[in-house]
């Protein structure tokens, strides 16, 4: 089996050749890096839910312990120190919501920046797609005119003879 060589005889044709190679390559790279991005901004958006199911349950908790506290206080001040480890639980959960607060504004920032990169991507994947359609067309066009027309005439010449 022979491996087919790259079309180096005409610099035109290589020009036009690579314009096509480099185009098909501005049309699915940048497709495939946006589709593992949107994966990854996916996952940030599960992470964020999750978080947001611990903050409402860490605030509940705090409003039952915080109920609890300001009862015992209407009944008894010593009472409140049995519940005293109850309150420095509501102030556990409160930094604990905090960090939780901390670490959704990380993974929004993270999906900002994923969004600006696919934008980015999109950018190039345009750009790119044209200036390489561009290389194609004119690579063809000048293989076409300045070498394939002039070897077409001579073999209908050499034809004729």
Request: proline share 2%; net charge positive.
């Amino acid at each position: 089996m022979k491996i087919p060589s790259i079309p180096t005889d005409s610099l035109y044709k290589f020009i036009a050749m690579s314009g096509l190679f480099t185009f098909m390559g501005f049309i699915f790279i940048p497709e495939y890096m946006s589709y593992e991005i949107k994966i990854k901004e996916i996952l940030l958006h599960g992470e964020i839910n999750e978080s947001t199911v611990d903050i409402n349950e860490n605030t509940k908790r705090i409003a039952i312990l915080e109920e609890k506290v300001s009862l015992m206080k209407e009944y008894d001040d010593k009472l409140i120190i049995k519940y005293q480890s109850d309150l420095n639980l509501s102030k556990i959960l409160n930094v604990r919501n905090q960090k939780i607060l901390i670490k959704i504004d990380n993974k929004n920032m993270l999906i900002d920046f994923y969004k600006n990169k696919i934008n980015n991507y999109k950018l190039v994947r345009i750009v790119g797609s044209i200036l390489s359609f561009l290389m194609m067309i004119l690579g063809f066009y000048f293989w076409y005119k300045r070498v394939q027309k002039p070897l077409d005439m001579q073999f209908s010449i050499n034809k004729n003879e």
